[in-house]
């Protein structure tokens, strides 16, 4: 009646699972306790800065004690965003006619100073040239409010 009979034995039976694919390994250099010094000198250099704050906060994980739908906006934001040499970076979406990959992230503060020097080494040129100029290499929130008052 074939009550010994089980299943057919495969050659996993005698051999074992040659690739083990489904491994989980955690990252050696963050642990869930303590926040690296990159991350913390990041979060200090952002402190005006609310979206970038969110999205470091969210690369990290660090938002625990927010409410859910404020996690999911950081996390949808930061998508767009990796950390790579200690700074923050802004990956560029293709719709752009401009060449550039990644954008650095800056404060307010030094976008104004770089409005200034870009604005006085290259040439006294109007502000959306400025601006152009800048976009090329940095990414930073209400640029165009930034060129405008630098100028």
Partial sequence: ??????????????S??????????????ISNTET???IISLQHK???????????E???NLDSSKPVKTKRGAQHHAKQYFIENDKLWMVVNDSSTRVHSKLECITQEEAVELVRSEHANNGHWGRDMVKLQLMDRIYSPCLDHLVTTAI
């Fill in 1 to 14: 009646d074939g009550s010994k009979w089980t299943v057919n034995e495969d050659w996993e039976v005698a």
């Fill in 16 to 29: 074992g699972i040659v690739q083990d694919l489904f491994s989980v390994e955690t990252s050696s250099h």
């Fill in 36 to 38: 690296p010094t990159n």
């Fill in 46 to 56: 952002f402190t005006k800065e609310p979206l970038f704050l969110d999205v470091i």
């Fill in 58 to 60: 969210a690369l990290y």
